[in-house]
């Protein structure tokens, strides 16, 4: 498609003799000031001139065609840049045209690998809604990539391991008949997993034997393994629903305990490096020197390995199995520290270029406002019982609003999923959140729900006249008055939105996008009539419908969303 900014650019580049200008091009937030400006005050102290002067200067060597910029203006040291609307609109047609759902999408990732670690909930116990969080954001990560070219790897990293479950393993022997584990198997687990936490506390005897289990699940005892296994698939079906319900995959399971037998081979590396100092009997690497004031713990006093290194031996299987450009880590901010310590542990493990590709993707709180759901399910919500609840209300606005629509059940269920997805996604990943349904499922708010009005909205449109014009037939001429070019603008920047939800690892960038754009869609909608002018303006109308109709939709799903034909 061609580029704007980069013709700016390369101009730039031959008239100044700066290799780097193209990074000081700012898109400017008041369209008065242009499409593109450069700020010159930012090459003052290298040319040794004012602004205002370089500007000037600049401006009068610039030869760009007027088929590409209408105007180049100089306003207080900035140079202005206005793009020849006629030229942008027929880009913009042109390269829906050719590329329809693929439209934004890029080759730039192409060869590269990326690994996202989300979701990762524990087994056993509840998948709470900050795992909603995690899983949102990196499927939608995942999506985000592969849609710019990269081959992405989704891995949930399950906590499926630790000395805990040598105690489930107790607490299911003394009392796994009293547990009809069939039903609600996750909070059946918890109130086990509590019980036998306060006898360990009372009884040592029992705790001995508790840790008895744990190593025998270490040697691969049958019983134990069995049990384990056990508890996994009964969690693995609860997660499952979820998943299914989200539309969220993974490409690997591969959690703790897959890294078991891993964690040998990096004791040994940091062993041998030296970096393995002793604390109270247990095995630590000291990060004083880095800044970092609690060592990363490799190794307890007992022998067994933690957390921590588990996801180091991660590190170093990724690294050689995936051989990832980066390995991003979607986990709350709560774990600042343990992927501090890592990050810097990883470095006597594994090349140089793979730490750099790790990333924590840190991202808020989410907490539910008091009222009728937190309460009525319990301090701990269920998510699927979240999710349900949602997609209810959503079907009792539908029967509100639209009683005669077909197939509600599953109108309501993109609904639903909609607004807690987009909901999710609408502020950047480090803000805490509270979620409420009421704001999540408003359809003329900042919403899912909004987003997929506005789609349907456009749908309607191309249905009542028959389909998407015929691209040979449409005069974009008709497509210049402020409303439609403000649109085609929006439309034009899909693409660099795409890369830029990427390059911050932040869907927000997308739901905030997709925002504005249905809202100049409104207005082009309000201030023109779409159907029913003359045939030409009609044919061009429709057509900028329809390239509003695809990147709505392909931006939805790139925040894992699903778009209703109907609503
Ligand atoms: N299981 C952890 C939790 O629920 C998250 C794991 C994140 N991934 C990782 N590689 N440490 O908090």
């Known amino acids: 498609m061609l580029d704007f900014k980069n013709i700016i650019a390369n101009k730039l580049k031959e008239v100044t003799k700066i290799d780097t200008i193209e990074k000081y091009i700012e898109v400017p937030t008041n369209s008065e000031m242009g499409d593109y400006s450069l700020p010159c005050f930012k090459l003052a102290k290298e040319m040794k001139k004012a602004p205002q002067t370089i500007a000037l200067e600049i401006k009068e060597k610039l030869k760009i065609s007027e088929n590409f910029f209408s105007k180049i203006e100089v306003v207080n040291g900035y140079l202005n840049f206005f793009v020849n609307n006629t030229k942008i609109a027929e880009t913009v047609l042109n390269e829906i045209n050719e590329k329809k759902e693929k439209y934004g999408s890029s080759t730039i990732g192409n060869g590269k690998n990326i690994v996202i670690d989300y979701s990762s909930p524990n087994i056993a116990k509840p998948f709470h809604i900050g795992h909603l969080r995690t899983t949102l954001i990196g499927n939608s990560l995942y999506r985000i990539y592969q849609y710019l070219g990269y081959h992405t790897i989704g891995v949930n990293h399950l906590g499926d391991y630790g000395t805990q479950f040598g105690k489930m393993i107790e607490a299911y022997k003394m009392w796994g008949n009293e547990y009809n584990l069939s039903e609600d198997p996750i909070n059946k687990m918890v109130d086990m997993y509590v019980r036998i936490n306060d006898l360990c506390k009372k009884d040592e005897s029992v705790l001995e034997r508790c840790r008895e289990n744990f190593r025998l699940l270490e040697n691969g005892d049958e019983y134990c393994t069995s049990l384990w296994n056990k508890f996994k698939d009964l969690s693995m079906?609860?997660?499952?629903?979820?998943?299914?319900?989200?539309?969220?995959?993974?490409?690997?399971?591969?959690?703790?305990?897959?890294?078991?037998?891993?964690?040998?081979?990096?004791?040994?590396?940091?062993?041998?490096?030296?970096?393995?100092?002793e604390s109270q009997g247990a095995k630590v690497v000291d990060l004083e020197d880095v800044g970092i004031s609690t060592p990363c713990i490799i190794q307890k006093a007992n022998g067994s390995t933690i957390y921590a290194t588990r996801d180091l031996a991660a590190i170093m299987y990724r690294a050689r199995t995936y051989d990832f450009y980066k390995c991003l880590y979607v986990v709350a901010y709560e774990q600042n520290l343990h992927f501090k310590q890592i990050f810097e542990v990883a470095k006597y493990l594994v090349d140089e270029k793979y730490v750099k590709g790790l990333e924590h993707v840190a991202f808020g709180m989410v907490s539910l406002p008091s009222g009728r759901m937190s309460t009525r399910l319990g301090n701990v919500v269920k998510i699927e019982d979240l999710l349900n609840e949602t997609i209810e209300k959503a079907k009792e606005i539908i029967e509100e609003k639209n009683p005669e629509l077909e197939d509600k059940e599953n109108i309501a269920k993109k609904i639903g999923i909609g607004a807690i997805i987009f909901n999710t996604l609408s502020t950047s990943n480090i803000k805490d959140q509270i979620f409420d349904w009421k704001t999540a499922l408003n359809f003329n708010g900042e919403t899912g729900p909004y987003l997929q009005y506005m789609y349907v909205r456009t749908n309607s449109i191309l249905e009542k006249v028959g389909g998407v014009p015929d691209f040979s037939e449409v005069d974009v001429s008709k497509l210049l008055d402020n409303a439609s070019i403000n649109l085609i603008k929006a439309i034009y920047s899909f693409g660099t939105t795409v890369e830029q939800a990427a390059d911050k690892n932040e869907p927000y960038i997308i739901s905030r996008y997709l925002i504005n754009l249905a809202q100049l869609f409104s207005n082009f909608y309000n201030e023109n009539k779409i159907i029913g002018e003359d045939e030409e303006t009609q044919k061009a109308r429709v057509y900028l419908t329809y390239c509003v109709n695809i990147v709505l939709k392909t931006g939805a799903s790139l925040l894992g969303m699903q778009m209703p034909n109907k609503m």
């Open 237 to 277: 079906v609860e997660f499952n629903k979820i998943y299914d319900v989200l539309d969220v995959k993974f490409d690997s399971y591969n959690g703790e305990a897959f890294y078991a037998d891993k964690t040998d081979e990096v004791i040994d590396i940091l062993t041998k490096k030296g970096k393995l100092t």
